[in-house]
């Protein structure tokens, strides 16, 4: 998974040739892999500006230009197309977020929209053959990739999700501070304090106080290894079903004899049969990704103590 | 005792050579794979098997059942595909080593 960038410079000539000269299912694993990893397109400064980043600025414009134009017309009622997106939103906010948060649901109700919209819309664009249509009216072939088959993009959308989870949880514990008199400064420091407190379970006695450290270092670990999961799931979801999707098609350039015709036609109809389950996996995730992270901001954030 | 020599010359041969095309690296990876998929898919079957049988005695909370369900299924394929990432690592590792060899010769 190192050089993911460098891939144009070492060509695409090593692999395939290696996988060539020993002739068989080699070239599958070789070259499948390879349409999940980011393409460079051009360099700002010394960053290169890949596929997946130009389908993330495209979701951007999406989600803005969509849902700006829904949300326009407010006070009439959704009709058509208007009442898909209230009913993705409003299954969103009654039905994952509003049970877990309760109260604090209007407060994080635009992030918990914007990433569930984000993944979703993300997983969604990664089945859809952007790159061949570019390809045939363009002549650009590699113009569009699948931002969440990236770890490092998930893994911002969790860095954003452990930031929002514990800022949120220690503003939680300084409001609950302050509604005891005491003055701003104090708040805030006894606030962070204890929110440091209520990560442990209370154990009444002196067993409690000499078990606090190691529940401590077991919650930190735990605080750390949730974002990572979420990451990783959804990384490893997207990116596995497009190897998958991949591996198959490339069944017919690894066998080239009499036999090819043969294997194509199951591996098109598998294909397609997963294609399908791919769909499900994409809405199942973004699903997923948002409910535990509605999750993970309710344990924090609602007073457990 | 001859064949027992034998034996214990061919081990060290078998070694070699699955070493020396990175075989032993995939077959860790190929093994690996396969039994997280079997891990998994047992995991998975019983929480389906069970959520079915509940589903059955009592169709009316059937819907919060599904949705558990999914969620449950979802996390159990989390951690499988966390150790589908490590085999295909640890192949990719395997593949570029190779080539890196491949191209030095």
């Known amino acids: ?39 460079r397109l051009f360099l700002i400064g010394p960053l ?29 009622v959704p009709t058509g197309f208007r009442m898909f997106l209230e009913t993705g939103l409003h299954f969103v ?80 514990e300084c409001r609950h501070q302050r509604k005891y008199g005491r003055s701003w400064p104090v708040a805030v420091v006894m606030g962070f304090l204890m929110y440091w407190y209520h990560f442990v379970p209370h154990i009444p006695g002196v067993l409690g106080v000499v078990l606090f450290p190691f529940f401590l270092v077991l919650e930190i670990i735990g605080a750390l290894i949730k974002p990572f999961a979420l990451a990783i799931r959804l990384f490893a979801n997207i990116m596995a079903g497009h190897i998958l999707l991949g591996s198959l098609l490339l069944m017919l350039p690894a ?51 | 005792m001859e064949w027992e020599d034998m034996v214990m010359e061919i081990i060290p041969m078998l070694a070699e050579g699955l070493s020396n095309g990175g075989g032993l690296g995939l077959l860790g990876a190929g ?19 069970s959520a079915l049988e509940s589903q059955a005695r009592q169709p009316e909370v059937a819907g919060r059942v599904f949705t558990s369900m999914i969620i449950a299924a979802a996390l159990i394929e989390g951690f499988t595909f966390f150790a589908l990432i490590i085999c295909f690592q640890i192949s990719g590792k395997v593949f570029s080593t190779l080539a890196a060899a491949g191209a030095g010769h």
């Not at chain 1, 389908?55 to 009439?76: E, S, T």
């Not at chain 1, 649901?105 to 790159?131: C, E, K, M």
């Open chain 1, 1 to 39: 998974m190192d050089d993911l960038v460098g891939q144009q410079e070492n060509g695409n000539d090593e692999r395939t040739g290696i996988a060539m000269t020993s002739g068989h299912t080699l070239l599958v694993l070789g070259d499948a892999m390879e349409h999940v990893l980011p393409k």
């Open chain 1, 48 to 76: 290169p500006f890949t596929d997946q980043m130009l389908v993330m600025l495209v979701v951007g414009g999406i989600l803005l230009v969509v849902f700006a134009l829904d949300a326009r017309r407010y006070p009439m």
């Open chain 1, 93 to 172: 906010r009654e039905g994952v977020a509003r049970p877990v948060l309760k109260e604090h649901t209007d407060r994080f109700i635009p992030f918990i929209w914007t990433l569930f919209f984000f993944i979703l819309v993300n997983n969604l664009l990664g089945l859809v053959p952007l790159n061949a249509i570019a390809g045939l009216l363009f002549g650009q072939w590699h113009l569009f990739g699948t931002a969440t088959a990236n770890l490092s993009v998930t893994a911002a959308l969790a860095g954003l999700v452990f930031v929002t989870i514990h800022i949120s949880g220690m503003t939680e």
């Open chain 1, 255 to 305: 066998i080239r004899n009499l036999a090819s015709g043969g294997v194509v036609v199951p591996g098109l109809l598998g294909c397609t049969a997963l294609s399908f389950l791919e769909l499900f996996v994409a809405f199942l995730q973004a699903y997923i990704f948002t409910f535990l992270t509605c999750l993970f901001i309710g344990a924090a954030v609602s007073p457990e103590h």
């Open chain 2, 31 to 49: 093994l690996g794979a396969g039994l997280v998929t079997f891990g998994g898919a047992k995991g998975i079957g019983q929480l389906a098997a």
